[in-house]
């Protein structure tokens, strides 16, 4: 069954509960094309079961779930299998493969899927670490990075089959606030340059009114430049939500977060 929507991710009345305990109450959550969901709320607030639940690991107690359009909640493990190649998944830490080079993380699933020959694997794997900055790293170990590099490389690997979803799940956790600038830049250039809808889960302030207030744009034929909003531009195409209690307490602009009144809100933003 499809959904009438034209929502890349819908929840529709998604219940879950793990023993006794209800940690998702009947959400209700779409993302749409090239928008991003910037998800919040403290430990054990239903986050990254959300992730779980988009990526099909999990099985809702009841509502359904839809990727572009189609209901995967029926779906085995092994149709499940085609919905995964639509999402990228980036974890907190980059899950890199240690004993494999950069270059052969990016690849491995090129290789395990024999999509194309070693010479067009190359030249994937390389414009995948050059839109992440690291493609002089291509034959460095995942032990020769830093924090950030790992993550970069998680990023670079999750764009593999060029997926119009991606799902982030605390990918600033750790880092220094100029490593979690670029995370964030290489976030809005998915979203806005290449129209990637996403979902993204953060206990990262900073990094998530980054995300809702700045935008990428092409100058000079292929200058990147990151610019904010201003008093005539208000960006409409990221969104916060804030879980609480297994329900959305709140879904909305940066500006209408700040001003939310509860007290939840009030003191997590403190």
Known sequence: MSASSSAMIKLQDV??????????KSINLEVGRAETKVIMGGSGAGKSTIIKLILGLEKPDSGRIFIEGEDITPLSEQEL????????MVFQEGALFDSLTVGENVAFK???ESVYDEDETQVVVRRL???????NAIDKMPSELSGGMRRRVGIARA????????????????LDPMTSRTISELVIKLRDLEGVSSIFVTHDLSTAFTLASQFAVVKNGSEVQFLGEDGK???INTRFVMIYDGKILFEGTDEELKYFDHEYIKEFLA
Not at 129 to 135: I, K, P, Q, S
Not at 159 to 174: C, F, Q, R, S, W
Request: aromatic share 6%; with cysteine.
């Open 15 to 24: 219940t879950k509960s793990y023993l006794d305990q209800e940690v998702l």
């Open 81 to 88: 299998m085609r919905v995964r190649k639509k999402i990228g």
């Open 110 to 112: 090129l290789r395990e």
């Open 129 to 135: 670490l050059g839109f992440v900055g690291l493609e």
């Open 159 to 174: 764009l593999v089959g060029n997926p119009k979803i991606m799902l982030y799940d605390e990918p600033t956790a750790g």
């Open 233 to 235: 531009l208000c960006l």
